[in-house]
């Protein structure tokens, strides 16, 4: 708990409850999972049940038959419709139904429409599909240059310059290179005293949120609404207009509250699927994922990461080289931007004059990987602190005393050349080894048990550049309502985002409307993503609110209202409009400065407008009979500006937390043959109440992020960042055992344990 | 409704209701068409708890219990808890230690909550985390509700 000081008015730094909290706890929040419309279809897909191959033949007579069907459709009938039927942020790869062949097990293949959805799913398994198998490519490394393709032709998108290279190249798996080069690293290795290379990996994993993925789509006099838990409302109306060359106007796209997202709901999903079916029946459609089939839809990349240090005699990494290949399943969604977003800070923060990276985007026969809280970051963090402490370990020299002596300072260049600027780097990692009580002697245990304790420190890009618009409203009452399209998914946005209006217009927080996203009356926002929100949205908001301010004190003017007179808003519109009428509306507009890497060098002087930082201490316990390990103490710091909500900002910290605790100890999408064997929480466990340490502790420290609204800046991911790492490193301090896969299961941390002692269990 | 349908009474939330119901219906199932969409089908496995609803006071998980099952039995669920007025200790509690983020799971975890202090008033940590074992929360905003649930206690044990 860090005490942190109000803003004038009393609203930012504020610690109020959620606006909506009444509605959450008597069930009254509306999610689009609660939808349904008069006269809708149920729509259920029948899925791939093969990783890669030609769809020879569908047959959809028994679907069709089935008593209470009302249509079924396959990618031929979608194509009748919307003759290029390819969705995707970075590239139109994915097809709205697969087309020809299918990529991945799970790739949704036809679709049966009816009122009752126990009918649908019925008439969805009795559809057969013959396959003409095709290899399969399942590793990222091995996607490099291996014989099966998953694409035949590359097909960007057109909105990313990086990827525009790419456009109608054949027989390749990459769907982004990433280069980045900076000083000598050749001669930085040749002149080396040590010299340490290590990989590692990560698995995939799924951000099942609880709310599982759900889109619907009905027809209207003027084109399509679209009902939608989705993170990006103002993407979807973009990538469905152009699914059908419609303008903008024609599509609504509306989003409640959402049960959760994580990044699963980004950019565009179930979306393209239920606005093709709602135009071809002229009914709503609704289509709701199972939990099962969430696996099948979005999960996290799983990556190897290749990295390589150049250390003089006093213990200064000199020389940094990094090789990151992400495993981005059969579609390619916003893996690219992983790739090139993530990859430019694979050397971790940290001071170093020479550094290479390479960083690829992998097409496989997985299902696909995009963003999922963190953007990539917690696998980089999570091989380079697991490496920086292998090579403090290797010197002899303190872990943290080690990072002292080579963490990247204020004003510093990053890998990119932009010099750091409001990133606490360094105040978190004192702050984590002062609540550990570092300098003092540790308790290792005795006997059976032992203890261990391990830090891990990371940093992140915010995603640029990217725009925000906002609405503040005035009405004649004095009563206020802001539009903006950032989607509470449960992170408090409506509230944070309030309380930037009420400070402002010094009003009461609780009395600020928020006018859910729903692009006929909301303006654009890039998306809710990448912990952006607080500092674009913020910014918007705070602009637009302020131009509410000045228009009615410039109406207060010409009304004759003098300076600092003490005046009802009400009265105010009263005298203009001579009853209680009209409105103010403020606007603002953001979108922060950026220079894109250069394509050669991968170099920039402002590669962010601002960095979010990370790190976690932790304390654990490792039954050396078991290899089971029990986290005693999880210690969350991170910079996240000047806070504007302290109690909501720390439920994210341990909930980031916590989240990538399960990342690192047991989620793990198991597959056999392409199909995912776990994909149901009978088998895929996620972090439950039994799993949270006992003593669990968050610090936001004291710092101000320039040209952040109130100073504030995003928060969402950063306790997610060292959580791996850190707990790796205390099982190495506990017991003297490495791991380098994700994740760290009881029986990789026994193997571990009896291959040192010199008695290895067998496979 | 099919030929298969069948008639059943059951008190919902304090009040006599009769419904058709299919064999096939689940108690989540019904209670939308109810417009009661406060337990939700999530898992689809009775795993997480977020289809949690009240059957003659005790906990079912609404995904897996087949609606007919209800027939002369009484039904409650999160919404009957504030009776569109006071909001019960524990839903303030949940507000006031901030024990959800999401809300998609919050019902579950607040009816769990309830019956755990009917049985326990004071129940201890280790006995918070065993009955709540049954819901999970992917946000994690457990040690929130942990303080929510103890909070709760308080409450009631000064009314």
Redesign the interface.
């Known amino acids: 708990m860090t005490i942190h000081s109000l803003m004038p008015a009393g609203q930012v730094g504020r610690s109020l409850?959620?606006l909506?909290?009444?509605?959450?706890?008597?069930?009254?929040?509306d999610?689009v999972?609660?939808l349904?419309l008069p006269g809708m279809l149920i729509a259920k897909v029948a899925r791939a049940t093969v990783a890669h191959g030609r769809i020879v033949s569908i047959d959809t007579s028994a679907a069709r038959a089935l008593k209470g069907v009302f249509a079924v459709y396959t990618g031929e009938d979608i194509r009748k419709h919307i003759p290029q039927p390819y969705y995707g942020p970075a590239f139109h790869d994915q097809p709205i139904l697969a087309l020809d062949k299918v990529r991945h097990v799970g790739e949704p293949v036809a679709v049966c429409l009816a009122e009752d959805a126990?009918i649908a799913e019925r008439a969805a398994q009795l559809i057969e599909v013959e396959y003409e198998e095709m290899p399969a490519v399942f590793d990222e490394v091995e996607a490099m240059d291996s014989k099966a393709v998953v694409h035949d032709v590359l097909k960007p998108a057109g909105t990313f310059p990086d990827l525009k290279h790419l456009h109608g190249k054949k027989d390749t798996n990459i769907a982004l290179d990433f280069h980045l080069k900076r000083g000598d690293v050749e001669g930085a290795f040749a002149s080396a005293a040590h010299v340490f290379e290590h990989e590692f990996h990560t698995q995939q994993v799924m951000?099942?949120?609880?709310?599982?993925m759900v889109s619907a789509a009905e027809p209207t006099r003027e084109g399509l609404t679209i009902h939608t838990a989705s993170q990006s409302p103002s993407f979807v109306r973009i990538e469905i207009s152009r699914l059908l060359g419609w303008p903008e106007n024609k599509v609504q796209v509306k989003v409640p509250?959402?049960?959760?997202?994580?990044g699963a709901k980004l950019y565009i999903k179930l979306e393209a699927l239920v606005a093709a079916l709602a135009l071809m029946t002229k009914r709503p459609v609704k289509w709701s994922l199972?939990?099962?089939e969430q696996f099948y839809t979005i999960s996290k990349h799983a990556t190897t990461f290749r990295i390589k240090s150049a250390v003089d005699a006093d213990g200064k990494v000199t020389g940094r080289s990094c090789a990151v290949y992400w495993n981005g399943g059969a579609y390619a969604d916003i893996g690219p931007r992983v790739t090139q977003k993530s990859g430019f800070t694979a050397p971790g923060p940290y001071d170093i004059d020479n550094v290479a990276i390479e960083s690829y985007a992998l097409y496989t026969n997985r299902p696909p990987a995009g963003a999922l809280r963190g953007f990539g970051i917690p696998q980089l963090v999570w091989a380079y602190e697991s490496h920086t402490d292998l090579i403090a370990r290797g010197l002899n020299i303190d872990p943290v005393e080690f990072r002292r002596k080579n963490i990247l300072r204020e004003g510093r260049p990053q890998a990119t050349g932009t010099a750091m600027k409001d990133a606490a780097i360094d105040l978190v990692l004192e702050k984590i080894a002062e609540r550990m009580n570092w300098s003092a002697p540790f308790d290792r245990g005795t006997g059976t048990v032992l203890r261990g304790r391990g830090v891990g420190v990371g940093f992140k890009a915010s995603i640029s550049p990217t725009t925000s618009v906002a609405f503040v409203n005035i009405y004649a009452d004095g009563s206020c309502a802001l539009y903006m399209s950032t989607v509470d998914?449960?992170?408090?946005s409506d509230t944070a985002m309030a309380q930037i209006v009420a400070e402002v217009l010094n009003v009461q927080t609780e009395n600020v409307r928020v006018i859910h996203p729903d692009t006929d009356v909301t303006p654009y926002d890039m998306a809710t993503l990448g912990s952006r929100s607080t500092f674009h949205m913020g910014n918007a908001v705070k602009l637009a609110a302020e131009d509410a301010k000045q228009k009615l004190e410039a109406m207060a003017r010409s009304v004759g209202v003098p300076e600092n007179a003490n005046i009802e808003t009400r009265e105010i519109f009263k005298k203009k409009y001579g009853m209680q009428a009209g409105n103010v509306m403020g606007v603002g507009s953001f979108i922060p400065t950026y220079k894109s890497p250069d394509s050669v060098t991968g170099m920039s002087d402002n590669i962010t407008p601002f960095w979010m930082v990370g790190g976690t201490g932790v304390e654990i316990e490792v039954d050396t009979e078991t290899g089971h390990v029990k986290l005693t103490k999880l210690i969350n710091v991170a910079d996240m500006g000047r806070p504007l909500n302290p109690?909501?900002v720390e439920?994210?910290l341990?909930?980031a937390a916590?989240?990538q605790l399960g990342f690192t100890m047991f989620e793990n999408m198991e597959y056999d043959a392409g199909q995912v064997t776990n994909a149901?929480?009978?088998d895929y466990k996620?972090?439950?109440?039994?799993d949270?340490p006992?003593d669990?502790e968050n610090h936001i420290v004291l710092a101000e992020q320039g040209g952040g609204p109130f100073g504030a800046k995003g928060v969402g991911e950063s306790a997610t960042f060292g959580v791996s790492p850190a707990i790796a490193n205390a099982i190495h301090d506990a017991v003297g055992v490495r791991l380098t896969d994700l994740p760290l299961t009881a029986e990789s941390v026994l193997r571990g344990i009896r291959l040192k002692a010199g008695n290895p269990i067998g496979e | 409704m099919s030929e298969h349908a069948k008639s059943i009474s059951f008190e919902l939330n304090g009040s006599k209701t009769e419904m058709l119901v299919e064999t096939h219906e689940n108690l989540v199932e019904l209670l939308i068409r109810m417009n009661l969409n406060g337990a939700r089908e999530s898992c689809g496995q009775g795993l997480c708890g977020c289809c949690t609803v009240i059957v003659d006071g005790s906990a079912v998980s609404g995904c897996l219990y087949p609606a007919a099952f209800v027939d002369g039995k009484t039904v409650t669920t999160v919404e009957h808890l504030d009776n569109n007025v006071h909001l019960s200790p524990v839903q303030e509690a949940f507000i006031e230690e901030g024990a959800f983020q999401c809300g998609f799971c919050t019902s579950g975890f607040i009816l769990m909550t309830h019956q755990l202090l009917e049985e326990k008033p004071k129940p201890t940590d280790e006995e918070i985390r065993d009955y709540l074992a049954g819901n999970l929360c992917r946000c994690a905003a457990y040690p929130e509700i942990i303080k929510a649930v103890k909070s709760a206690a308080n409450k009631m044990a000064r009314a």
């Open positions: 409850p959620r909506e909290a009444r509605a959450k706890v008597t069930g009254r929040a999610y999972h609660n349904r126990h951000h099942t949120p609880l709310e599982p509250h959402l049960g959760g997202g994580f199972t939990m099962e998914m449960g992170q408090g109690n909501i439920t994210q341990s909930g916590i989240m149901s929480f009978a996620i972090p439950g109440i039994h949270i006992p669990i």
